[in-house]
């Protein structure tokens, strides 16, 4: 690591090998981060996706347990209706054998009724009379069996129409489980696609990575400073207790002071970047100096107010 006055440093800053140097770190450092983002976010799809998928593949299976419930209602339905075609069945025998015993019944009061014309027996007249309420009776016996089969008829027709409703119902739903299905596989798919893609970028990454470490190296190598991820640092050489840090980034909130890309900052052994200051021709601050600062920057109420009352101002800018 080289040692530098400060001037000398700002020379080497504003020299065209370190501003070329620069460019390719920033372009470096930009495909690095392209790179990073675009591997992040197609994991993220990716995981989206997949989750997708899932939840498709649970609402088919759903469904198809749907259309299995459909198509057990309607084979339920189709043997109710079934049941009660059988047992109209029935009852339309008993009620032609009703009615031919109702027409003979019929058929023999009709002969009495004509005895009765032809000889005006009492007795005749008297058996008439026994045997129409029984007559009367058989007939009503016979609309009710009617009655009941078309009842019954109406059940099944009832039975049948909702059974083949369920039918229909099962067919739609396990037409869309199937949709859903394949859509669960088009989107595993295009899961394992995008996983693809970031192991693509997350190749890119490394390479970006690599450039980015090969740059610092080299920078190291030609403008004789120690470098870190963030920071490149070079002896003070009018003080064996300081060094310049030149951080290669932006900062406003997370040092002591805000930190500007390629400005010069001075730095001791003790806190390293943990306290920068502004560098400034000369020695550095004295330790007990910099202790008393990295104290109020500690301690004070907010970055940038000094304690005490004093205005406003970069913590630890100026003489206390």
């Given at each position: 690591?080289?040692?530098?006055?400060?001037?000398?440093?700002?020379?080497?800053?504003?020299?065209?090998?370190?501003?070329?140097?620069?460019a390719d770190?920033?372009?470096?450092?930009?495909?690095?981060?392209?790179?990073?983002?675009?591997?992040?976010?197609?994991?993220?799809?990716?995981?989206?996706m997949?989750?997708?998928?899932?939840?498709?593949?649970?609402?088919?299976?759903?469904?198809?347990?749907?259309?299995?419930?459909?198509?057990e209602?309607?084979?339920r339905l189709?043997?109710?209706?079934?049941?009660?075609?059988?047992?109209?069945?029935?009852?339309?025998?008993?009620?032609?054998?009703?009615?031919?015993?109702?027409?003979?019944?019929w058929?023999?009061?009709g002969?009495?009724e004509?005895?009765?014309e032809?000889?005006r027996?009492?007795?005749?007249?008297?058996?008439?009379?026994?045997?129409?309420p029984?007559?009367?009776?058989?007939?009503?016996?016979?609309?009710?069996?009617?009655?009941?089969?078309?009842?019954?008829?109406?059940r099944?027709?009832?039975?049948?129409?909702?059974?083949?409703?369920?039918?229909?119902?099962?067919?739609r739903?396990r037409?869309?489980?199937?949709?859903?299905?394949?859509?669960?596989?088009?989107?595993?798919?295009?899961?394992?696609?995008?996983?693809?893609?970031?192991?693509?970028?997350?190749?890119?990454?490394?390479?970006?990575?690599?450039?980015?470490?090969?740059?610092?190296?080299?920078?190291?190598?030609?403008?004789?400073?120690?470098?870190?991820?963030?920071?490149?640092y070079?002896?003070?050489?009018?003080?064996?207790?300081?060094a310049?840090?030149?951080?290669?980034?932006?900062?406003?909130?997370?040092?002591?002071?805000?930190?500007?890309?390629?400005?010069?900052y001075?730095?001791?052994?003790?806190?390293?970047?943990?306290?920068?200051?502004?560098?400034?021709?000369?020695?550095?601050?004295?330790?007990?100096?910099?202790?008393?600062?990295?104290?109020?920057?500690?301690?004070g109420?907010?970055?940038?107010?000094?304690?005490?009352?004093?205005?406003?101002?970069?913590?630890?800018?100026?003489?206390?």
């Amino acid at each position: 690591m080289k040692a530098l006055r400060l001037s000398e440093l700002r020379e080497v800053l504003q020299g065209a090998a370190f501003a070329a140097w620069w460019a390719d770190l920033s372009r470096a450092n930009g495909e690095l981060k392209h790179a990073t983002d675009r591997r992040q976010d197609l994991l993220a799809q990716a995981e989206l996706m997949e989750l997708r998928s899932e939840l498709v593949q649970r609402a088919a299976m759903d469904a198809f347990s749907d259309a299995g419930t459909a198509e057990e209602a309607q084979a339920r339905l189709g043997a109710d209706a079934q049941e009660l075609e059988n047992r109209a069945l029935g009852l339309v025998g008993l009620h032609e054998e009703q009615r031919f015993k109702t027409s003979d019944l019929w058929y023999r009061l009709g002969g009495l009724e004509r005895n009765l014309e032809e000889t005006r027996e009492p007795q005749a007249r008297l058996q008439l009379e026994r045997q129409l309420p029984g007559l009367q009776q058989e007939d009503q016996k016979r609309d009710r069996l009617w009655a009941e089969v078309e009842e019954t008829w109406a059940r099944s027709f009832e039975r049948s129409l909702l059974a083949h409703e369920r039918g229909d119902e099962a067919r739609r739903i396990r037409k869309e489980a199937e949709r859903l299905f394949k859509e669960a596989d088009e989107r595993r798919q295009r899961a394992r696609q995008l996983k693809g893609e970031a192991d693509a970028a997350a190749r890119e990454e490394a390479t970006a990575a690599k450039r980015c470490v090969q740059l610092l190296d080299r920078a190291g190598q030609e403008f004789g400073c120690v470098h870190g991820q963030r920071f490149l640092y070079w002896r003070h050489r009018d003080d064996q207790r300081a060094a310049f840090a030149v951080p290669l980034f932006a900062d406003v909130e997370g040092y002591n002071v805000e930190l500007k890309a390629l400005a010069v900052y001075t730095v001791g052994p003790v806190r390293g970047v943990a306290f920068l200051e502004p560098a400034r021709e000369g020695l550095a601050p004295t330790v007990q100096e910099g202790d008393r600062r990295f104290d109020e920057y500690l301690l004070g109420p907010r970055q940038g107010v000094r304690r005490g009352g004093e205005g406003p101002g970069p913590a630890g800018a100026g003489t206390p």
